[in-house]
């Protein structure tokens, strides 16, 4: 068994009350609904890079079931759980994001956890609208099982956001088509819900807009079916999945639909580890080498995500 690293941030930590504005600007001008997806894209991949990554962080790159992935390492401990890793599906409505805009973020998370993370680049809306995204990641987790000798029930699948949303839906599909059962799911912030988007919600919302979010969600769909479980997990079967972590900041604007459904996945007699965060915002967990709320979100994270891997 390898055993858990103590998580320390890379760089020095900034109080709540500097880096939340800070935040707030980053986002405004990212996800202004005027600005073209094209720059969206660009500023998401830089956003976030004057953060430090963790000591002794590697980055490699390979191909994951077709689709281009980074392979995230970082210590010692990583050479002595080479037989576990997770597979991270980045956030960004399902239009935006990459391994790149969450590099620091799957690092962090594998500092503290000492396993292989797989950070996938899958097709993005609305050039590729669902559900390939789903088949990107059940391929790649395929990949992981069948060519990587990994076994199924040592890889945990994570993501955040639009990617929360993916791993459930990854997570339903690996089981039902290919009797794969991932170890857990580790779900910052799911969105397993693009067509609820309540406007009023976004009231108290960081990070998000709700036209931004709105859009994301039509581009997403494409002209499929809003009640498709590949595209709302929440709205299909859930009984089956594996253990989850849900993450969730009390002033997000998922935080109903994320609630909603933790109740649905215990009601399914899903096995559920919940924590709900006061002061952080939509996916704070990114801010965790600059924010001690943050990584303290992070270490929690992981270290329930490492006792599942065990």
Known sequence: MTALVVYRPA???????????????????MLHPRLPLSMQRALADRALELEPLPADARVSHITLGGRPAEVVTVGSATRAGGARAVLYLHGGGYTMGSPRSHRRLVAHLAAVTGVTF????????PEDPCPAAVIDAVAAFRDLVEHHGIDAEHIAIAGDSAGGGLSVATARRLIDDHGLHPAALGLIAPWVNPGDVDEASYATELVANYRWAQACADAYLGGGDPGDP???PLLGNLSGLPPAIV????REALHRQVSTFVDALRAAQVEVEYVEFPRLWHVGHQQAGMLKEAADAVEALGTSLRAHLD
Request: aromatic content about 14%.
């Open 247 to 250: 993450h969730v900041g009390r």
């Open 11 to 29: 760089g020095p930590t900034f109080p709540i009350g500097v880096v939340e504005p800070l935040t707030k600007l980053t986002y405004r001008v």
């Open 230 to 232: 590949r595209y709302a």
């Open 118 to 125: 797989y950070s996938l680049h899958y097709r993005l809306a």
